[in-house]
């Protein structure tokens, strides 16, 4: 198990950026895939971006290609999401989820393929 710990969110008006951390403990990182999902008020979970293993490959859902990067630094155990040209859709609450994997290559989008996850952090943007 890993333990999962978010930060960087907060209240951004529409166009600017974000960077969200998410600080992993407890076992080897570089064994596990990521991703960050996030839910809106009154409305379900839902997947944003995903990481491999290796972090040479790389997913995100459609809304957000272009204007977010996921990316990971296995020195630091942490996966960070850059998020730019934000709008006011994007506001929820964001998590980072961690599953561990043996493929270097593979990354997942489905929620319920992930074991560890975070607390979440608010990112609301303003129009």
């Known amino acids: 198990q890993v333990q999962l710990v978010e930060s960087g969110g907060g209240l951004v008006q529409a166009g600017g950026s974000l960077r969200l951390s998410c600080a992993a403990s407890?076992?080897?990182?570089?064994?596990?895939?990521l991703g960050w999902f996030r839910q809106a008020p009154g409305k379900e979970r839902e997947f944003v971006a995903a990481?491999?293993?290796?972090?040479?490959?790389?997913y995100y859902r459609d809304s957000v290609k272009g204007r977010f990067t996921i990316s990971r630094d296995t020195a630091k155990n942490t996966v960070y999401l850059q998020m730019n040209s934000l709008k006011p859709e994007d506001t929820a609450v964001y998590y980072c989820?961690?599953?561990?994997?043996?493929?270097?290559?593979?990354?997942?989008?489905?929620?319920?393929?992930?074991?560890?996850w975070g607390q979440g952090t608010q990112v609301a943007v303003s129009s």
């Open positions: 989820a961690a599953k561990g994997v043996s493929f270097y290559s593979n990354y997942y989008t489905e929620a319920e393929d992930y074991e560890d």
């Open positions: 407890g076992r080897t990182f570089s064994g596990y895939a």
């Open positions: 990481i491999s293993r290796s972090g040479g490959s790389t």
